[in-house]
């Protein structure tokens, strides 16, 4: 086994590279980092010495060795692509990548779990309500965009849904409704009947608090 997979089993964005493995069949070996207050193994030099971003997820297969999730997600792609995660024609192949991008450059960094301790820290304000914000506003325009199921863009599962899952459940977490988005909900509740879902949810991972 040469893939392993450094994470934590609330980590968002190592969320979405575990079900992108898991879609691909490909066997990792997922190495815990906790994030967790007083612990902070993402600091610590042991991980700070492999991703001086001191970030989650990070990836090591062979010789390569990243972090950043959708740098990871595309290296699967290209060197994994017997089971392919975006489209292989256009225009659906950049819908799919710009659904992601939302996700990714959008919605999750203003979420992030940093960002949230400066927010309440420096402001003294509720980061739930400003997680909360963001997301919503990134899900109106998802929903627009989305095709009309069973997943995201259609009958197959893409890129889309390895990120969408993730952030519906951190909505859930947040305790952010998600009524008026049912085309979203629709595809998560789709996707997480599948193995590959099921087997990356955050409390199927051996860290799970």
């Known amino acids: 086994m040469s893939i392993k997979l450094y994470g934590y089993w609330r980590s968002s964005a190592a969320y979405r590279v575990r079900i992108a493995l898991n ?7 997922y190495i815990p980092v906790s994030l967790m207050p007083g612990v902070s193994e ?13 970030l989650l997820p990070f990836l090591e297969d062979g010789d390569v060795a990243t972090g950043q999730s959708m740098a990871i997600l595309e290296y699967l792609e290209e060197t994994y692509p017997d089971i392919p995660l975006l489209p292989a024609t256009e225009p659906l192949r ?4 710009a659904f992601c991008n939302m996700v990714a450059c959008d919605i999750h960094p203003l979420q992030n779990l940093r960002v949230l301790k400066y927010v309440q820290g420096e402001y003294d304000g ?23 199921g069973p997943y ?10 390895a990120l969408l899952v993730p952030q519906i459940y951190n909505a859930r977490r947040f305790e952010m409704p998600t009524d008026d988005f049912p085309k979203l909900v629709a595809a998560v509740d ?3 009947e599948l193995d590959a879902f099921k087997k990356a949810a955050p409390e199927t991972q051996p860290d799970a608090a």
């Open 23 to 29: 879609l691909k069949g490909l066997d990792y070996e």
């Open 126 to 148: 509720d980061s739930r309500l400003w997680a909360a914000h963001w997301m919503r506003e990134g899900f109106k325009a998802m929903e627009i965009i989305a095709g009309d």
């Open 94 to 97: 950049s819908k799919v990548r």
């Open 152 to 161: 995201v863009f259609g009958n197959d599962v893409t890129l889309a849904d």
């Open 42 to 54: 993402h600091r610590q030099e042991a991980y700070r010495a492999k991703n001086p971003q001191m």
């Open 190 to 192: 789709n996707c997480n």
